[in-house]
């Protein structure tokens, strides 16, 4: 399953011709708005990736019938570059609030997603001027549990790869089975960078947005 990135490629092709922001933006139904600070959006597949290389959680938000909620969670991934599709691979115990929702939604439950790295606190003359720096990615996708045993195997080697860099970890057929494996598909996802600005130029500049703004 491929993933929409957003942004237009000539505005973000070319730091003199790009779009600084998108002020205009505003919300429609069944549409995804684009990011408003065009300036710090990442469309590149291999800066994406690397992005993703350095992010050790992702926080996957849901519904179910209790409501709105949120969790942290280890994964591997596997990226596309032709299509720029990402799947994000967990594993987990049989049981459990987010396997019941996975379920409960006939195995395709609609989810977000955020994960972030680089985060540093930028330090500012007044109080207004603090801000932070941070490279994240935040995506829509649909998340279900994996049946076949060697997909599972898969998405078990590519966590101890992303995890524990070990890409060649074995798997008998009970430790597979031990386990329950389940997957994201990202349907959206954008990447956004906003880094530390060195003194001189922040010294008269505020920074804004927080680590997964869009």
């Given at each position: 399953m491929s993933a929409e990135n957003t942004g237009n490629a000539n505005e973000l092709t070319g730091s003199a011709h790009r779009t600084k922001r998108r002020d205009d933006e505003r919300t429609v139904?069944?549409?995804?708005?684009?990011?408003?600070?065009?300036?710090?959006?990442?469309?590149?597949?291999?800066?994406?990736?690397e992005i993703i290389s350095r992010c050790d959680i992702i926080d996957m938000a849901y519904m179910d019938a209790e409501g709105l909620t949120i969790v942290p969670l280890n994964f591997g991934y596997e990226y596309d570059y032709e299509t720029g599709g990402l799947t994000l691979w967990?594993?987990?115990?049989?049981?459990?609030?987010?396997?019941?929702?996975?379920?409960?939604?006939?195995?395709?439950?609609?989810?977000?997603?955020?994960?972030?790295?680089?985060?540093e606190v930028i330090e500012g003359r007044t109080?207004?001027?603090?801000?932070?720096?941070?490279?994240?990615?935040?995506?829509?996708?649909?998340?279900?549990?994996?049946?076949?045993?060697?997909e599972r195997r898969r998405g078990l080697q590519l966590l101890m790869a992303h995890q524990a860099h070990m890409p060649h970890v074995?798997?008998?057929?009970?430790?597979?089975?031990?386990?329950?494996?389940?997957?994201?598909?990202?349907?959206?996802?954008?990447?956004?960078?906003?880094?530390?600005?060195?003194?001189?130029?922040?010294?008269?500049?505020?920074?804004?947005?927080?680590?997964?703004?869009?």
């Amino acid at each position: 399953m491929s993933a929409e990135n957003t942004g237009n490629a000539n505005e973000l092709t070319g730091s003199a011709h790009r779009t600084k922001r998108r002020d205009d933006e505003r919300t429609v139904a069944g549409e995804h708005r684009r990011m408003r600070r065009a300036d710090r959006e990442i469309i590149d597949h291999a800066q994406i990736v690397e992005i993703i290389s350095r992010c050790d959680i992702i926080d996957m938000a849901y519904m179910d019938a209790e409501g709105l909620t949120i969790v942290p969670l280890n994964f591997g991934y596997e990226y596309d570059y032709e299509t720029g599709g990402l799947t994000l691979w967990m594993h987990s115990a049989s049981r459990g609030r987010k396997l019941d929702a996975i379920r409960a939604a006939g195995n395709r439950l609609p989810v977000s997603f955020a994960m972030r790295t680089d985060c540093e606190v930028i330090e500012g003359r007044t109080a207004c001027n603090w801000g932070e720096a941070f490279t994240s990615i935040v995506g829509n996708g649909v998340a279900s549990i994996v049946d076949d045993l060697d997909e599972r195997r898969r998405g078990l080697q590519l966590l101890m790869a992303h995890q524990a860099h070990m890409p060649h970890v074995e798997f008998t057929d009970a430790q597979v089975n031990s386990v329950t494996v389940w997957k994201i598909e990202a349907t959206r996802l954008t990447a956004k960078a906003h880094a530390k600005p060195n003194r001189a130029h922040h010294a008269g500049e505020s920074a804004e947005n927080g680590p997964t703004a869009s």
